[in-house]
């Protein structure tokens, strides 16, 4: 009997599942361009996701403002920085890297939703980020963070790559002592993230 109810238990969670489709792992590499929008405040970020070189860069510009460079590499450390006069640069040590190729595994699935004129699969991750992807090209077309922050994916150039020269956080980053720098922590979220579900 417990042979039985393993079987039909075991049928049912396929049936379950069978045609739920899951999010497409992000490419290696990509340079995605996004205009962000956090209650009204708008940015826009030039994504360089390279799992291969294990960086990520995030580069920020807020609308009529400053722009800020948000560069991560897989050993934990990331740097925050200005190119400007006030030279400003903040590093961080984090327990985990960059956000890995597969980070969506285990999403849950919402269902079809139309989103900017295309068609999505949308799935939800531990209730920190909402995920939509075009149901025919699988390209990502927007994310929305719990905190409200949304991204939309205005453009999405698989295997394109940033030069090695760009990946150079400036001196003084490496200086004993270090300014401070303001930010609006574009990618606030992402870290929370991963602290919490990327292990
Ligand atoms: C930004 O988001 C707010 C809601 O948080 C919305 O009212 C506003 O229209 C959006 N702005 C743009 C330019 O999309
Ligand atoms: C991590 O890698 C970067 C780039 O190679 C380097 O600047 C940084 O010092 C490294 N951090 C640690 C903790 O080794
Ligand atoms: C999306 O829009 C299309 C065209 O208007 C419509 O046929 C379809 O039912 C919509 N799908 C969802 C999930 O809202």
């Known amino acids: 009997m417990l042979i039985a109810l393993f079987i039909v238990l075991s049928a049912g969670v396929k049936i379950a599942t069978a045609d739920e489709p899951v999010p497409t792992p992000w490419p290696p590499q990509f340079h995605a361009l996004l205009f962000m929008n956090y209650s009204g405040d708008l940015s826009m970020i030039d994504l360089w ?27 934990g450390t990331s740097f925050i920085y200005s190119l400007d006069e006030s030279k400003s640069c903040r590093s961080a040590q984090l327990e985990v890297g960059i956000l890995r190729p597969n980070w969506l595994d285990g ?11 295309f068609l999505c699969n949308v799935w939800e991750k531990v209730d920190f980020i909402w995920y939509y992807e075009d149901v025919i090209t699988k390209r990502p077309v927007q994310w929305i963070f719990y905190t409200g ?32 720098l303001s930010t ?16």
């Open 184 to 199: 609006k922590g574009a990618l606030r979220e992402f870290k929370g993230y991963k602290e919490k579900a990327a292990l």
């Open 149 to 180: 922050r949304e991204a939309h994916v205005m453009t999405f150039d698989v295997g394109a790559v940033l030069e090695d020269e760009k990946w150079q956080a400036p001196v003084y980053c490496f200086n004993k002592e270090k300014k401070g």
């Open 49 to 75: 996701y390279d799992w291969i070189n294990g960086r990520n860069f995030n580069i920020i510009q807020e609308q009529l403002g400053g722009i800020t460079y948000d560069l991560e590499w897989n050993n």
């Open 107 to 117: 999403a849950k699935y919402l269902g079809q939703q139309n989103v900017s004129g």
